[in-house]
């Protein structure tokens, strides 16, 4: 068994399909995934779909699937969401009546802000100025379907939290002892890795035109899909439908 953990899907079914086909995955590998499998490309509901049948899929929230998960139970869709992708999830998880609808609001309220694996923690953002103790408490809050998104709280800042991987890369000091897994910020082609370990960053532009990434924890051996754009020709992720 392997321990994986994936970058930002946004809607790129073709290029989770491909980097995992690519890593030679299977049902024994257990995936770990950094967030945001809403918005950006059209086939969310395909993904969704996927991910729930996995054995051994262990994700975080992030915050375009707090937006989704608000669409499916109360059918919030603010014009920040539309415009940031949104468009393509609301045409994607049209395909589903409303019972399932319910149901996938309930499994994405299912996804912690934070997994502790004992090795490393796994969040979308960053750890806000939390401390180790602190994100422990956070990863065991019972969510909601519905959820309000309020700055202050410690699920917002979770998701939203981009200081300290730019704190990192300016040369400040790290709050966290542990390894500190992430999505969230595009940084390039490639999946960030500081040079001690303790800090990746995964989100390699897949939800605009880059790839999607596949990360070994153990080995640090790392995959990507093809360039989601090639996939979707002539797509505009953040355009409406």
């Given at each position: 068994m ?7 899907v ?7 399909m491909?980097?995992?086909e ?12 950094v ?9 969310v509901?395909e ?11 262990r ?6 699937d ?29 395909k ?32 806000a100025g939390?401390?180790?103790?602190e ?22 800042d ?6 300290y ?20 910020t ?12 303790l800090?990746?960053?995964?989100d ?19 995959w990507q ?12 992720p953040?355009g409406?439908?």
């Amino acid at each position: 068994m392997r321990r994986l953990a994936l970058g930002d899907v946004h809607g790129s079914y073709k290029a989770l399909m491909d980097v995992l086909e690519k890593a030679s995955f299977s049902d024994e590998d257990e995936l770990f995934f950094v967030g945001d499998v809403a918005d950006g490309y059209p086939d969310v509901f395909e993904c969704l779909h996927f991910f729930l049948g996995l054995k051994k899929f262990r994700p975080v929230i992030g915050n375009h699937d707090i937006w989704l998960q608000n669409y499916l139970s109360a059918r919030e869709s603010s014009t920040a969401w539309l415009n940031q992708g949104g468009w393509h999830t609301v045409k994607s998880v049209g395909k589903a009546g409303k019972r399932e609808m319910l149901m996938l609001a309930e499994y994405l309220a299912s996804w912690p802000y934070v997994i502790d694996t004992g090795r490393e923690f796994i969040m979308h953002g960053g750890p806000a100025g939390f401390s180790q103790d602190e994100l422990l408490l956070i990863g065991g809050i019972r969510r909601h379907t519905y959820e309000k998104q309020e700055f202050g709280s410690a699920g917002f800042d979770i998701v939203w939290d981009r200081t300290y991987l730019m704190n990192h890369l300016q040369g400040e000091e790290r709050s966290i002892a542990k390894r500190v897994v992430i999505g969230h910020t595009p940084v390039g082609s490639k999946p960030y890795v500081s040079d001690d370990g303790l800090l990746v960053a995964l989100d390699t532009g897949c939800g605009w035109d880059g790839r999607l990434t596949l990360f070994d924890l153990d080995t640090g051996r790392s995959w990507q899909s093809g360039q989601s754009e090639k996939f979707y020709p002539g797509h505009n992720p953040r355009g409406i439908c």
